[in-house]
């Protein structure tokens, strides 16, 4: 019963280094998001994947890209990172969009500092 | 877009009962309201959601006012591990996004 795997769990990034975070579900869900979290501060949407084969851009895209491999997976992509970019990051799923009424299931988290 | 005000922090002791207000006085009639709550260093973790009745699970309860224009959270014991941010979340006809504001921070002591 893992549910939303994220991996790595923690990582160190120079400035301007690429790196891919990745995220796995098991539940069969159609739909998967990846969220930032700052200090003090709530999730704040990076992209979401409707569904397999299709990406949209969320509150906060610039600087990432984002690959739904499958149904299973979806992925996360810093082509050249910065500062700003020292978060912590989550990866969810559900089984459809929100205002449905479809509850989600989030990652433990990727704790990314870049230096 | 319909928004949700909940207080910073609150406390309780360990074993009494918690209620967690959240105002959402421009609910519109088809938004959904769902709690969300994150333990320290952890993903979020759904809690509840309701529409207009009061509805009860395993973790909490949540009790609607009839004007819908809030709601509350109840945890009947809290223990230690109940201490978390706790999330009260529309679900907003703008689609996919869940829209996480700061939250109540609740602390929980022995």
């Known amino acids: 019963n893992a549910g939303v795997t994220q991996t790595p769990k923690f990582q160190v990034l120079k400035t301007g280094q690429s790196m891919t975070l990745q995220c796995a579900q098991d539940?069969?869900?159609?739909?998967m998001y990846w969220y930032r979290q700052d200090p003090g501060m709530g999730l704040r949407l990076i992209y979401y994947?409707?569904?397999?084969?299709?990406?949209d851009k969320g509150e906060v895209p610039n600087g990432y890209n984002v690959s739904r491999l499958n149904k299973r997976e979806f992925s996360l992509r810093l082509e050249s990172a910065a500062p700003s970019q020292t978060s912590v990051y989550f990866c969810?799923?559900?089984?459809?969009?929100?205002?449905?009424?479809?509850?989600?299931?989030f990652g433990s988290g990727t704790r990314l500092t870049v230096v | 877009d319909a928004k949700t005000t909940q207080p910073n922090s609150m406390e309780s002791n360990e074993e009494e009962p918690v209620h967690l207000p959240c105002n959402h006085s421009t609910i519109s009639g088809t938004d959904y309201i769902h709690w969300y709550r994150q333990l320290p260093s952890q993903g979020p973790e759904y809690v509840i959601h309701g529409l207009t009745s009061n509805v009860n699970n395993r973790m909490a309860s949540l009790a609607i006012a009839e004007d819908r224009k809030s709601s509350t959270l109840i945890l009947h014991r809290a223990t230690l591990r109940d201490a978390a941010v706790y999330y009260c979340i529309l679900g907003l006809n703008s689609g996919y996004a869940l829209n996480f504001g700061k939250g109540t921070s609740l602390l929980v002591t022995p």
């Open positions: 969810a799923s559900s089984e459809g969009p929100h205002r449905a009424n479809y509850g989600y299931t």
């Open positions: 994947s409707a569904s397999e084969g299709t990406t």
């Open positions: 539940m069969n869900h159609n739909s």
